[in-house]
C-alpha cells in the first residue's frame, strides 16, 4: 500500500535525549534555579546515573537535578492524560514525592526514565479511579453501532489528510478526545506502551485495548478533517 | 472473528468486514483476504494511511511544557512535612536558592 508523502508542518526533535542534551536545551533565567544547578552539577562531570545513586541515600541536591531532568516528560503525560493543567500539576507533584520515597528500590533493570514514566502513568491511573472516571469502556459493543459502521465516505472530496497535520491541531484533537479514548491512546500511540502493557495496567483485555485505540484514531481523524475543512474554508 | 466474505461463500471481502477486523490488524497487518481488500478498495486503503498517518504523527509529539515552579515548592513543602529533609530556614529550595 503506498504511502503518501507527509508534509510536516513542525520540524519534529528526537523524542529520546540524553540529560547532558536535555539541560542544555534550556535557557537559564532568575527562576530557573533548578536547570541552572542541574547544568552546574552535569558540568562537573557527574552523570545522571551518580545523581540516582546520590538520591537513593538521601541527597537533596541529587533529587532536585533528577527533578530537573524529568519534569518536562512527567508533567507532559500527566497533562496528555488528564487534559487539565491544575490536574496535571498536582499529579507531577505526586510521582515525584513517590520517587523520592520509592527511589532506594531502583535497581537499573530497566532505564531509570522508564521506571519513572511508569510510576507517573500509575500515579494518573489510580487518580482516575479515585475520580470514577471510565477509563476504558469495559462493555465491548456486540453489535456494530451506526458510528461502527463501515466508512464508505461516498462522493466526499478529499478523503484524506493529505499528508499535513500540525503540532498544534493535533494536541488540541487529542485534548478534546473523550477520556476513556485519550488515555489509551496516549499511552499507546505517544508513549509507545504494548497491548498488553496498557491491558494489565487497566484491568482490561488486549482486543478492547485494541479496540479502543483504533476508536480513538477514527475520533482523531474526524476531527482533525473537520479542522482542515474548517481551515480550508477560511481562505 | 466471524467468518468473511469468502468463508461464507461469497466472492470477496467486503468494507463492512474488513472494517469491523481492521482494530486487530492495523498495526500487525491482515491475512492476504484483508490485503487484497485493501488494494482494491481506495476508500479503505484511504482510511487505513489517515489512521496510520495519526499514529505516525503522534510518536513525534515531544513534550513541550515545564510545569510551574509551585510544583517543586509543593515538593520541597511536602518532604519537610514529612520529615525527609531539613526544614529550610528561609523561602529556599534544597541547594539553598529561592524558588
Redesign the interface.
Known amino acids: ?1 503506498p ?2 508523502s ?1 508534509v ?1 508542518q513542525e520540524k ?4 529520546t535525549t540524553t540529560p547532558e542534551a536535555e539541560a542544555s536545551k534550556e535557557t537559564s533565567t532568575p ?1 530557573k ?2 536547570l541552572a ?1 542541574a547544568k552546574k552539577i552535569l558540568a562537573t562531570g557527574i552523570t545522571e546515573a551518580e545523581a540516582i545513586e546520590r538520591a537513593k541515600t ?1 541527597d ?2 541529587a ?2 537535578v533528577l ?1 530537573g531532568l524529568h ?3 512527567v ?3 500527566c ?1 496528555r492524560m488528564t487534559g487539565n493543567t491544575a490536574e ?2 498536582d499529579l ?2 505526586e510521582a ?2 513517590q520517587l ?2 520509592k527511589i532506594a528500590t531502583f535497581r537499573g533493570e530497566s532505564a531509570f526514565s522508564t521506571w519513572l514514566h511508569r510510576l507517573a502513568v500509575n500515579v494518573v491511573l489510580m487518580h482516575l479511579r479515585k475520580k470514577g472516571l471510565p477509563e476504558v469502556s469495559l462493555q465491548e459493543t456486540l453489535e ?1 453501532s451506526e458510528e461502527d ?5 461516498i462522493g466526499a472530496r478529499d ?3 493529505a ?1 499535513s ?1 500540525d ?1 498544534v491541531n ?2 488540541r484533537a ?1 485534548e478534546s478526545l473523550p477520556p476513556g479514548y485519550r488515555i489509551i ?1 496516549v499511552l499507546h ?2 508513549e ?1 506502551y504494548e497491548h498488553n502493557e496498557i491491558a494489565e495496567m487497566m484491568g482490561c483485555s488486549i ?1 478492547n485495548s ?2 479502543q ?3 480513538a ?2 475520533k ?2 474526524d476531527l ?1 478533517k473537520t479542522s482542515k475543512i474548517d481551515r480550508a474554508g477560511k481562505y | 472473528m466471524r467468518p468473511t466474505g469468502a468463508a461464507l461463500g461469497r466472492e470477496k471481502m467486503n468494507c463492512a468486514e474488513f472494517q469491523r477486523d481492521l482494530p486487530f490488524i492495523i498495526d500487525e497487518g491482515g491475512n492476504a483476504e484483508q490485503e487484497q481488500h485493501l488494494k482494491e478498495c481506495k476508500v479503505c486503503a484511504d482510511l487505513v494511511n489517515d489512521l496510520r498517518f495519526i499514529a505516525e504523527q503522534a510518536k513525534l509529539l515531544v513534550p513541550m511544557k515545564d510545569p510551574s515552579a509551585k510544583v517543586w515548592d509543593g515538593i520541597q513543602d511536602s518532604l519537610e512535612r514529612e520529615g525527609l529533609v531539613k526544614p529550610r530556614q528561609s523561602k529556599r529550595g534544597l541547594l539553598g536558592f529561592q524558588s
Open positions: 500500500m504511502r503518501k507527509l510536516i519534529p526533535e528526537k523524542k527562576k534555579r533548578t544547578t538521601g537533596g541536591e533529587f532536585e527533578y519534569k518536562r516528560r508533567y507532559s503525560l497533562l496535571a500539576e507531577t507533584q515525584f514525592l523520592y520515597r456494530p459502521g463501515p466508512k464508505k465516505d478523503n484524506v489528510l499528508g497535520i503540532r493535533l494536541e487529542i491512546f500511540d505517544i509507545g482486543g485494541k479496540s485505540l483504533h476508536k484514531r477514527m482523531l481523524r482533525l
